[in-house]
């Protein structure tokens, strides 16, 4: 059978847009798809040349041509025809052409027409820098044709069908372009020949242009109908609330959905948990601290209908409500307060307003939809630039982007700062969204359609396209800088930061920089003051040495003003003054007193400078507009871009374009990332709402109902209760996206409520709990873990927001924080280093976001139980933990043992428990006698010490 291609084929459309040649392929296929024959050829001249045939799976036949010197150019693969049975792809180096455009000199170039599109990519990497958006040297702009034949104070930078006479070429070839100086200053790296031709074949074919932004005739792998079938690429299905044969068990339709299934294999919900048991495990799930003793006995004794939800209802209008689940969202955003990717790993000073941010947001109970927004596009949410003040509104919006600046960025470092790092920071961000927000890993399409989703190449580049408002390689803004003073820029932003901070809190900083000037003013003041009679006997003694006849002309040129000397006092005291009058460090050599003076003053005034501080400042991320054009990069290479993409959403999850427009009349932002926030917002949007609900479902159960947190494609794991899913999707979306709603709809039903004993039934039926025939214990995460011990030994300060608390090494290699006055704060308050941090959090899995975490490992090895008994800084929270027992208890040892067992597990000594460690206690107080001035107090901190390294401390029951 033969079939004939004609049109406008994407590869010929790269490398000759303005005449397509004919392309015909002729093949045989053999039933079997075993074996074939075929051959090629372009333009009526057949290609001659080794070809392979590749067996995929039944009814896909991959050809593969081989490369013909002189004539093909790099590789690439498209859809040629499909058969009911097969679907031939080949992978075409390049076309043979006829007429067209002069052949550019050498063989990668002949024959080849060159338009603008084989041009301007290039300027953009090479010549942006100095002659782009921030920069125009020479009022000489290389961004377009009409620019740069407008050309700048130099006069046109190029003359059409003369490349000999244009200025262009003549500085490029004189190494001016780009400044040789100035390479690893601005990141670019020079011309190469290849490039140099394709300019110069251009300009020498008049520069000719053509339309690059059609996508008629692409032919690459489509997203079918039939692609979009797969259950998480449709929108949540409404599903009937089941009926069930237990309804005495049912609370809600949480617990209908799942003892459907449990039925069906002859099982029920277990037992509900006693009550300590179930307010340990709210309070931990909800705040990450145990519930203090007290209040365990207010909920024990509260008798009333409704105890259990009001129990609920008081932590989550906890404050520490946000600081516990915020933190999973910042795993999720890869939220760290230094850069990464560099052995300098920077600080990012303002990055803490993020966190803060998130907190906020979720004690808020901030609708997910509205959460969502201002992260995207919160900088085209409102006119922050024209607003009479920023209001904590605008002020949110503007940190929330924040989100879309926590991946690694060595950019700040011009060695790392070059176009392939840049794009490395435009594939993390995609890469978060995708896993943290849609639950698919988009970034497996940076280099080639997706192995197992229906992600085109072109998918992946039109989302990066969304974002080139903000990140244009091509129009870089650094993220940070090693000098911190760097940060204080006036005139324009040359770092990715804004000034919009609330005018309250600038102008508490203006207050605070005031006084301290003051402070400083007075110092030198003072200074002067004392050193003044130095530096005049300094003058006087220097002046003794000159002769006697001039000494009375020089003091009287000295002391009159410069406004009325004479041309003699001029002359006499331009000669003089260096002798005269030396410099503070000419002084300091020759005088010891004068020396002492300033350097104590030096010393007051770093003193009082270390009192400053930062400059109010947003790590934000905003629309800059006028983006370069985004091309499709062939393999994920940026030396060879292919045709122009369009901003546009996952085509396997939308069959319409996004509705991009300035987000208000007049703005010049562009409004992708606003119109892509959008539509991941609309109710039936296919994973937005599934994704989050999962998560939620997962830190309460331990797995999530699709137990592959970032993967909802091909690969990763089915819902074990699909319509369960989708029930909590659609209630989430229509429930105003309150995440605190969906907490008390699963903390208030039958299925969270139960034991988490294992019986017989249950380990044959069900024994990875996949069905949820009980509690699913968990271990506490690094951070509760913490946590907690500072809470027992009431070292915590729970001192809320601002910024991190540093981290440090001490000289045994440890990793530990600092601590303030009070303790240490929360975990989440301490620096998040991407190479260094606290080693127990580091030792109980927190992770290290590269660039997000959606799901962290859990691991049981022995270095955790190790640091738990010997780690030195554990062995001093015992002793404060023994300490705030006797505050509570008293010196009698068994209403000690009876408190330490209520703070560290929430429940009284057993009898038997209460028996041992009495003996236990005054076991080691004798051990502890004849070295320790305290025994007592260093027996109980053995106590404590030994409850929390047992099993019922460190799991969640």
Known sequence: MRHTLSGSVDAINRVSPSRTPELIITYFVHPDCKTATKSLTVSGKPVKTPCELFRLEPGRVRIRVGRQKNTFRKSRVYLIHSLPRTVCLISVFAVLTSGGSPAVGGEETEGIRVTQHDVLPTLWLRCAAC??????????????????????????????????????????????????????????????????????????????????????????????????????????????????????????????????????????????????????????????????????????????????????????????????????????????????????????PHAYRYRDYVIRAFNADKPYDRFLLEQLAGDELADYENAKEITPEIYDNLVATGFLRMTPDPTWFNVTGFVPNRLDVVADVVDVLGSAVLGLAVKCARCHEHKFDPIPQEDYYSLTAIFKGAYDEHDWMKPNSSNLKDLINTGRYSFRYLPHVPAEELREWKSRESELEAEIAALRKTSNEQVAPLKQQYFEDRLAELPEALRIDVRRAVETGADKRDEIQKYLNEKFKTTLFPTDEQLKESNEDFKNAIEETEKQIESVEK??????????????????????????????????????????????????????????????????????????????????????????????????????????????????????????????????????????????????????????????????????????????????????????????????????????????????????????????????????????????????????????????????????????????????????AGTDPAQQIEKCYQLALGRSPTSEEKELATETFHRLREAWNETESDPDRKALANLCHILINSAEFIYID
Request: charged share 25%.
């Open 131 to 348: 002659h782009g958006r921030q920069h125009q040297d020479g009022d000489l702009d290389l961004r377009s044709k009409a620019s740069i034949l407008k050309g700048g104070k130099s006069g046109p930078a190029l003359v059409p069908g003369d490349p000999e006479n244009s200025l262009i070429l003549k500085r490029i070839h004189a190494e001016e372009m780009p400044p040789r100086k100035r390479l690893i200053e601005v990141s670019v790296k020079p011309m190469e020949e290849g490039e140099i031709r394709l300019l110069t074949a251009w300009i020498e074919a008049g520069t000719p242009e053509v339309d690059n932004n059609s996508h008629q005739g692409n032919i690459e792998f489509p997203v079918s109908d039939e692609d979009r079938q797969f259950w998480s690429f449709q929108p949540p299905q409404e599903f009937p609330v089941p009926s069930v044969k237990t309804t005495e068990r049912v609370r809600n339709s949480i617990d209908a959905f799942i003892l459907e299934k449990l039925e069906a294999k002859g099982l029920s919900l277990s037992p509900e948990a006693d009550r300590r048991t179930l307010i340990r495990r709210a309070a931990f799930d909800l705040t990450g601290l145990p519930p203090e003793p007290e209040k365990v006995d207010v909920f024990l004794a509260d008798h009333e209908p409704g105890a259990y939800a009001r129990m609920i209802e008081t932590l989550l209008s906890s404050r520490r409500y946000g600081e516990r689940w915020g933190g999973y969202w910042l795993d999720r955003a890869g939220y760290a307060d230094t850069e990464g990717e560099r052995e300098q790993d920077i600080l990012r």
């Open 611 to 888: 009192k400053r501080w930062p400059k109010p400042m947003v790590r934000a991320l905003w629309d800059r507009g006028q983006p370069s054009p985004t091309y499709l990069l062939r393999r994920g290479d940026y030396l060879t871009p292919s045709r122009i993409v369009e901003p546009a959403a996952l085509s396997v999850l939308s069959t319409s374009k996004l509705d991009i427009k300035p987000p208000w009349p007049g703005s010049k932002k562009t409004g992708r990332r606003l119109a892509l926030a959008k539509w991941l917002v609309q109710p039936d949007h296919p994973l937005t709402a599934r994704v989050m609900v999962n998560t939620i479902w997962k830190h309460h159960f331990r797995y999530g109902i699709v137990k592959s947190m970032d993967n909802f494609g091909h690969t990763g794991s089915l819902p074990t209760h699909p319509e369960l899913l989708d029930w909590l999707a659609l209630e989430f979306s229509r429930g105003h996206w309150s995440v605190k709603d969906m907490h008390r709809l699963i903390m208030n039903s039958s299925t969270y409520r139960q034991k988490s004993t294992v019986t017989p039934a249950q380990e044959q039926f069900d024994l990875d709990n996949d069905l949820l025939s009980r509690y699913p214990m968990k271990r506490m995460e690094a951070e509760v873990l913490w946590d907690t011990l500072l809470l027992l030994s009431g070292r915590l300060d729970e001192t809320p927001f601002g910024s991190a608390d540093g981290v440090k090494v001490r000289p045994d290699g440890l990793v530990t924080a600092i601590g303030t006055d009070k303790g240490w704060r929360r975990s989440i308050y301490v620096e998040h280093n991407r190479k260094q941090n606290m080693t127990i959090l580091e030792c109980f899995d927190l992770p290290r976001p590269t660039p997000n975490c959606v799901e962290r490992t859990i691991s049981t090895v022995a270095p955790q139980a190790l640091h738990l008994l010997n780690n030195e800084t554990i062995s001093q929270l015992t002793l404060s933990f023994a300490d705030r027992v006797v505050q509570k």
